[in-house]
T-cell receptor
Framework: AQKVTQAQTEISVVEKEDVTLDCVYE???????LFWYKQPPSGELVFLIR??????QNEISGRYSWNFQKSTSSFNFTITASQVVDSAVYFC????????????FGKGTTLSVSS | DVKVTQSSRYLVKRTGEKVFLECVQD?????MFWYRQDPGLGLRLIYF???????EKGDIPEGYSVSREKKERFSLILESASTNQTSMYLC???????????????FGDGTRLSIL
């Protein structure tokens, strides 16, 4: 069965600190997809990144970077030089590569960045 | 730009009422989803639909039903609201039925529903 674990419920940092949000997943499939979403206080979930199981390259987008390691079933998200606007709930999600399946979300990590 | 619109941001209803939550998307997406979000539990899938008049149960369908009469609209119905259905409800959509598993979902702003 699929499962996504975000062990960190809440993280608090001060502006300009780097922070890593952990995501560990379980799946029996060899083809699967991983996602990260951001939910700011306004409520709408915003898509950040998608990664398929065959692409283990790390990705960087501005201050955001993602580290995908199949060996440890992890897909961690790092924010460099955090800012107050990064304060949000972040969700990791998993989908197996089959028609008819939906996303399985982790429980989310609440990040608070203070000035 | 992709737009998913939920009819209400905040809603207060009474126990036993029939409650309708409406969601409309303007991207001609085939797939639509309803989730509820509770503290410490994350997002849980209630129902989803890959086509008009088609529905599939998610992880927690009990106490809910859905309706999809038109492609752009997906309604969540609480047949007889109870206090344990007080929650944040999120609607989402994604483009293609056959590739729903690898497509990002686009979310609405959510409806915070309180059942008194």
């Amino acid at each position: 069965a699929q499962k996504v674990t975000q062990a960190q419920t809440e993280i608090s940092v001060v502006e300009k600190e780097d922070v890593t949000l952990d995501c560990v997943y379980e799946t029996r499939d060899t083809t699967y997809y991983l996602f990260w979403y951001k939910q700011p206080p306004s409520g709408e979930l915003v898509f950040l990144i998608r990664r398929n199981s065959f692409d283990e390259q790390n990705e960087i987008s501005g201050r955001y970077s993602w580290n995908f390691q199949k060996s440890t079933s992890s897909f961690n998200f790092t924010i460099t030089a955090s800012q107050v606007v990064d304060s949000a709930v972040y969700f990791c999600a998993l989908s197996e590569g089959q028609a008819g399946t939906a996303l399985i979300f982790g429980k989310g990590t609440t990040l608070s960045v203070s000035s | 730009d992709v737009k998913v619109t939920q009819s209400s941001r905040y809603l207060v209803k009474r126990t036993g009422e029939k409650v309708f939550l409406e969601c409309v998307q303007d991207m001609d997406h085939e797939n639509m989803f309803w989730y509820r979000q509770d503290p410490g539990l994350g997002l849980r899938l209630i129902y989803f639909s890959y086509d008009v008049k088609m529905k599939e149960k998610g992880d927690i369908p009990e106490g809910y039903s859905v309706s999809r009469e038109k492609k752009e609209r997906f309604s969540l119905i609480l047949e007889s609201a109870s206090t344990n259905q007080t929650s944040m409800y999120l609607c989402a959509s994604s483009p293609d039925r056959d590739r729903a598993y690898n497509q990002p979902q686009h979310f609405g702003d959510g409806t915070r529903l309180s059942i008194l």
